[in-house]
């Protein structure tokens, strides 16, 4: 039975309880602490406990799995345990030409089946099309890894270019690799619990909480190699303290003091994005903010976001998150 309650708002998953993480022989360490690290228990701090398990994918439990760097991970949890927890995570796969246990499918399958989030973390993603249960749905993965997927899975709708994509209402849910795989869980929280949860996680990770863009910006450069981006990385923290300000494409560009054309090149190779898509994305994060941490009218958070008015922030909202920003603070105001 699930452990979780189902929220109000349509489009919001559950309150998971217990999440299972996937462990298999050569196992990345990192990819198996991101989840560890970002759903570990901090009730003392006030925050969401869950109740998390280590789960063996497949034989070799008794004498360990072994990792990449040389040690072994130990658990007594299986994948019948996994089968049955609120969350599954497969937190990557050793080889994407290697075909997953079929007990491992049979786990992932069975998860889905009775109502878990199912989520595919980097090269995870492959364990889930490899089960089925991405058939018909937006999906992605590590960027290296793209065109392998795309000729192994046609029947999943491939996103090459995101940190993450969410499916199903919530309930499929697969991120690029690495360093993405914390964007995702984060993503978790703050779709289970509220941005300002995630960002108390994130603030204690000393990550951001929220990254703008897509894996497409690491594909052909590191960001500190673009020229201009220190003086964009200004740019952008001057304008999340001016939300407010009616911003344009041309003032932006001026404010940099670059042409529009040279602007909207750098701008996509630090961010992954447009100006305006970044915008946006900047000024809903800040109304979801709003809207749980205090009681200002709709009007006065969308004119403090620079919606303009309380119609442009529904809209957005509505289109961003599948509610309304009534909905949204009804779910995530706090007592």
């Not at 018909?136 to 899975?153: C, I, N, Q």
């Not at 779709?191 to 894996?215: F, K, S, T, Y």
């Not at 976001?305 to 509610?323: E, I, K, N, P």
């Amino acid at each position: 039975m699930k452990s979780g309650q189902t929220m109000k708002a349509r489009g919001y998953a559950v309150h998971p309880k217990e999440i299972a993480v996937l462990a298999f022989d050569r196992i990345s360490p990192f990819h198996l602490s991101v989840p560890c690290v970002v759903f570990e228990d901090r009730a003392w701090a006030g925050l969401p406990s869950y109740r998390l398990r280590i789960c063996a994918g497949e034989a070799g439990r008794r004498r360990g799995l072994r990792t990449t760097a040389g040690f072994a991970v130990q658990t007594e949890w299986t994948l019948k345990d996994a089968a049955h927890a609120d969350v599954l995570i497969v937190p990557s796969w050793r080889d994407p030409q290697e075909p997953p246990p079929a007990a491992m499918l049979d786990a992932v399958r069975a998860a889905h089946a009775h109502g878990a989030t199912v989520v595919g973390l980097c090269l995870g993603a492959f364990v889930l099309a490899e089960a089925g249960v991405l058939n018909g749905h937006r999906a992605t993965t590590h960027w290296s890894a793209a065109d392998v997927f795309a000729r192994r899975h046609p029947q999943v709708k491939l996103v090459p270019d995101v940190l993450y994509v969410d499916a199903e209402g919530g309930r499929l849910v697969t991120s690029a690799g690495t360093a993405a795989a914390i964007d995702c869980c984060l993503h978790l929280v703050r779709r289970w619990h509220g941005a300002e949860v995630a960002n108390r996680i994130a603030r204690r990770l000393v990550v951001a909480p929220h990254r703008q863009g897509g894996q497409a910006q690491y594909i052909e450069q590191p960001l500190h190699d673009a020229p201009g981006g220190d003086r964009l990385s200004e740019l952008l923290n001057w304008i999340v303290a001016n939300l407010a300000e009616p911003h344009s494409l041309d003032s932006l560009a001026a404010r940099a003091a670059m042409s529009r054309r040279n602007f909207t090149r750098r701008f996509r190779e630090l961010t992954g994005t447009t100006a305006q898509q970044w915008l946006l994305g900047q000024r809903l994060a800040y109304a979801q903010r709003m809207l749980e941490t205090t009681q200002l009218p709709i009007e006065a958070i969308a004119q403090h976001a620079g919606f303009g008015s309380a119609v442009s922030l529904r809209q957005h909202f509505s289109q961003a998150y599948r509610t309304s920003p009534s909905a949204y603070r009804a779910v995530f105001t706090r007592g």
